[in-house]
């Protein structure tokens, strides 16, 4: 789901965090107690090195993913996918996973999209995977009518975009309009095709699957191509394997900088602690509470909330996010800031990883 999303700008200490639970509390939510255990999901956690991951041993730890990063790759994608899939190869079980990332550029002029998308391909046991995303330049959340005077031009440029990026991936995918929204369907009924991060005009993303191991690693070095001879950002991730595969996989391309992303179940006090054992690079979040905004706004139109904590840099921020506003847009940072009691400004999440 799309999100909006507002954050306060200045870092919090975690006393503040505590004390915005019990206002919370006060308006008649349930934001989690100190003691409650909770998820917190870390992300772009950089270390030295694999085992670092042992810093986070006084707490579970589950879907434990290791990302290799070159944040400036000039290569043969089709090469560097292929040298992770042979590592895969030996490796795989039926909890691993293993995708290479790579951006990819929309060669027409863009209003309403961004101009470079992404592109995933993986590896899991029994199927490989392409995944292809859009971003738009703004977030309308599904049931949000604010951009219905553009509807047109989005589900157009979606189009269009779309249907180029299916020809080059050559697969057997085929695109309808249906009540003002993009529908993506596979031509091929026994094949799978998910389509997910919806917005108010269709779907930014879909993911096609293939039982042939080796079927989209040509396709999606095609579309990497169209990145052109710059430096790209590239990622790979790796979820479920030994140290000894790790070092494997350290082979593929060496130089590649390490940052792992997980989640931890902790009690939501014992944050600050996490914190510190990802300094300096790692961030974390964890949900403090969810909340229907009609509890806080009866005449408003109904929303969901979830307000986070977000910790990083030494200190905390709170986020809020919403599957809509349920206010006019000119009212919505007033209105959380009378909730959280600190001032807020509009951050929707950076398009891709």
């Known amino acids: 789901m799309r999100e909006r999303r507002w954050e306060t700008p200045s870092r919090l200490e975690f006393c503040d965090v505590l004390a915005l639970g019990e206002r919370l509390r006060a308006l008649g939510l349930a934001p989690a107690a100190p003691e409650k255990i909770v998820t917190c999901y870390i992300e772009e956690w950089q270390v030295q090195a694999p085992e670092d991951i042992d810093q986070l041993d006084p707490w579970s730890t589950e879907d434990v993913t290791l990302v290799h990063l070159r944040d400036d790759w000039q290569g043969d994608f089709f090469?560097?996918?292929?040298?992770?899939?042979?590592a895969y190869q030996r490796h795989q079980a039926l909890d691993?996973?293993?995708?290479?990332?790579?951006?990819?550029r929309i060669a027409e002029p863009l209003v309403t999209h961004h101009p470079q998308?992404?592109?995933?391909?993986?590896?899991?046991?029994?199927?490989?995977?392409?995944r292809v995303r859009l971003h738009t330049a703004e977030v309308i959340t599904p049931g949000e009518t604010r951009a219905d005077d553009r509807r047109g031009l989005w589900v157009d440029e979606r189009?269009?975009?779309f249907r180029a990026t299916i020809t080059t991936l050559g697969l057997p995918i085929h695109l309808d309009v249906e009540k003002g929204s993009v529908v993506v369907r596979s031509s091929d009924q026994?094949?799978?095709l998910f389509c997910s991060w919806p917005d108010a005009f269709g779907p930014c993303q879909f993911e096609y699957l293939s039982s042939d191991a080796f079927e989209f690693l040509v396709p999606a070095s095609r579309l990497a191509t169209t990145w052109g001879s710059g430096p790209a950002r590239v990622r790979a991730y790796l979820?479920?394997?030994?140290?000894e595969a790790l070092k494997e996989f350290e082979a593929v391309?060496?130089?590649?900088?390490?940052?792992?992303r997980c989640?931890?179940?902790t009690p939501l006090d014992e944050l600050p602690e996490i914190l510190h054992a990802i300094e300096p690079l790692g961030l974390l979040y964890a949900s403090l509470c969810e909340f229907q905004t009609q509890q806080l706004l009866p005449a408003g139109e109904d929303a969901w909330g979830i307000i986070g904590v977000v910790g990083g840099e030494g200190g905390f921020q709170i986020e809020v996010r919403l599957n809509r506003a349920p206010l006019p847009e000119e009212e919505m940072s007033d209105w959380l800031e009378s909730v959280l009691g600190h001032s807020v400004a509009y951050a929707p999440l950076p398009p891709f990883p």
């Open 79 to 86: 090469l560097l996918a292929g040298g992770y899939h042979t």
């Open 96 to 104: 691993t996973y293993c995708s290479v990332s790579h951006p990819w």
């Open 117 to 130: 998308g992404q592109l995933w391909v993986g590896f899991r046991h029994g199927h490989t995977f392409i």
């Open 159 to 161: 189009q269009r975009v």
């Open 190 to 192: 026994g094949v799978p």
């Open 239 to 243: 979820t479920g394997f030994s140290e």
């Open 253 to 260: 391309s060496p130089g590649a900088k390490y940052a792992y």
């Open 263 to 265: 989640s931890a179940h």
